[in-house]
């Protein structure tokens, strides 16, 4: 016979204090995770903003964006004033004082002027890689996901499209080093002399010549794109995948072929989704060090990579700062000094909010994407 | 030898009955269909009627070759002839087979584009490029499917606002715009109130003269109501054929009328 009076509870549950003491572990690791997360977004913003912020109208220093980067010269003048300036308002400061002595010369490389080199290589190198690996990636997404039979091959294919993307970046460096750098072919009618193999295509004295592409923002791309291509195949061949069967069901029974449905149904409404999937795979291509330091980067270069080109393709050819280099280098091959903090965190600043800004870009992009397209 | 598929069914005077000849099928191994001999008539409505999974859903994907899309599925023996012409011919192009013999799915599956743009849609594929031509296509199969007063206004708002009945006559206009010669249907109501039902009943109705309609059902009074004729399938065999007036009144076979009176299935 049902007795309610067993439902009253009498003193504390069994097992309380083992509950109790479960979900105050699993939620104290939990915020550890996000003290964490403070404190390093917390430092980085505290050290950095400052060199990006400033307390009077127009509140950002765009001096830091648009400015070239320099070595930093440290000095005395006579009066004992301590002055920090870059390589060419010192000089400018060494012709107006001419014969002024100077004390106490110290320099730092890369650590004065802004960091617009590595900005603008940043985006070339990002912008070159994503075309590549879009192209790439959504033709192989598409063959896998639309054309490809179920088979052992194809099911091997997409295995090793998922190890590929297990590989450590630094691994792509060398990959593309040792493919990009020194071996694809190129032609040329003044082969190197370390070219690999060269055959001749009887045009001029034209000859095809495995010699590679050198440091160069193609092959640092090139890499890139080798690097963030599993992530787009598999993100793009979920989109399509995504697709209702229904859409292409009813396109082919209209008679429409293969190709005309992949165009007008499977498409366009997984497009979005590749899309939004491939500006998280942005934040990768543009935060990668490893990839680039052998194939693209250079620590200083004077001029931009579109300045001093005999034509707009030699862009391609030539090499470029970089975001992540820079921090590299300043982190690792510079003295850290007070001098020097204003580079390094302003740099790890500014990459920061270009991160936060493309990841907020595509929540939003999702969020907006989703509402509208519905079935 | 056949020319080409489209050139012999686009004459008006054609036949268009389909017929099924010893016709095998299997999904890899296991067998889905035996030994059918089925003639479907030219312009006139024939019911698919049987339990779930006895192989007529099967069928009617056989007879536009939708089954190619299903990597295991392949007929075994036997064939299908639409107008005296083997659609299983090596010479026989798919995409224009398609254009000949359209098909509505179970579940109503619009774009999610305008209401215009998925009436279009067949046009647009077959390289239809003028307006004037696609907008009085648009119009005439809104109205063959009994839609147009209920859309006109609003033909460039997007198909998915539509109800689920409106939206299976949608599909039902957009597969008619292309003016197949056949229009196969796989449960067409199988979602739909008793209202959109009738509506799309009184549509096969009114166009059966102009098409060779094959209808799978589950709803014995649809078949009873629509159909000239039914075949009745069990376990991927087809276990009886004749006028649905006959079949419905009188069937030849026990089974069959066990099944038509509900008593199993």
Known sequence: ?375 | MPETLNQSLTRQDEDTSVAVKNLDFSYGSSPALKDINLEIPANEVTAFIGPSGCGKSTLLRCINRMNDEIPVARITRGGIHIGGIDIYDSSVDVVKLRREVGMVFQKSNPFPRSIYENVAYGLRTQGQRNKAIIDQAVEESLRAAALWDEVKDRLQESALGLSGGQQQRLCIARTIAVKPRVVLMDEPCSALDPIATAKVEELIWDLKNDYTFVIVTHNMQQASRVSDKTAFFYMGELIEFSETSKMFTNPRLKRTEDYISGRFG
């Not at chain 1, 963030?228 to 429409?256: C, H, K, N, W, Y």
């Not at chain 1, 931009?304 to 005999?310: A, C, D, F, S, V």
Request: glycine content about 8%.
């Open chain 1, 1 to 375: 016979m049902f007795n309610p009076e067993t439902l009253i509870r009498k003193g504390l549950p069994k097992g309380h204090f083992k509950d109790v003491a479960v979900r105050s572990l699993l939620g104290g690791l939990t915020y550890l995770v996000v003290i964490i997360a403070a404190l390093l977004f917390g430092k980085i913003i505290i050290d950095g903003a400052p060199v990006l912020f400033k307390a009077e109208a127009p509140f950002v220093d765009f001096n830091f964006l648009t400015a070239k980067n320099e070595t930093l010269h440290v000095f005395d003048d006579a009066t004992g004033k301590r002055h920090q300036l870059p390589a060419s308002a010192y000089n400018d400061y060494l012709l107006k004082h001419e014969g002024a002595t100077i004390y106490n010369e110290q320099t730092y490389s890369y650590s004065g002027g802004g960091i617009l080199g590595p900005i603008v290589g940043t985006a070339l190198l990002t912008i070159g890689s994503m075309v590549l690996a879009l192209f790439f990636g959504i033709s192989a997404a598409i063959y896998l996901s639309e054309y490809a039979k179920q088979s052992p091959f194809i099911h091997a294919v997409r295995l090793a499209i998922l190890n590929l993307a297990g590989i450590p970046s630094i691994v792509f460096g060398l990959f593309g080093f040792s493919v990009f750098v020194l071996a694809v072919p190129i032609i040329t009618v003044t082969p190197s002399d370390r070219s690999l193999l060269t055959i001749p295509i009887f045009i001029g004295n034209a000859v095809i010549s495995f010699q590679g592409w050198n440091s160069s923002l193609m092959a640092g791309c090139a890499t890139l794109a080798c690097m963030i291509l599993p992530v787009i195949i598999t993100a793009s061949e979920e989109s399509l995948r995504a697709v209702p069967q229904g859409f292409r069901d009813a396109s082919l029974a209209m008679g429409a072929t293969r190709w005309q449905t992949i165009r007008k149904c499977v498409l366009p409404f997984s497009l979005p989704g590749i899309l939004t999937s491939s500006l998280l795979a942005i934040t990768r291509v543009a935060g990668e060090t490893a990839p680039i330091m052998f194939t693209a980067a250079v620590a200083a270069k004077d001029d931009l990579p579109w300045q001093g080109l005999k034509n707009p393709f030699e862009i391609l050819s030539s090499q470029v700062q970089a975001l992540p280099y820079h921090i590299y280098t300043l982190a690792a091959k510079i003295p850290s000094s007070e001098y020097t903090q204003r580079a390094q965190y302003g740099s790890v600043f500014v990459f920061l909010v270009l991160v936060a800004m493309l990841s907020l870009g595509s929540m939003i992009l999702r969020a907006k994407l989703r509402a509208k397209l519905k079935w």
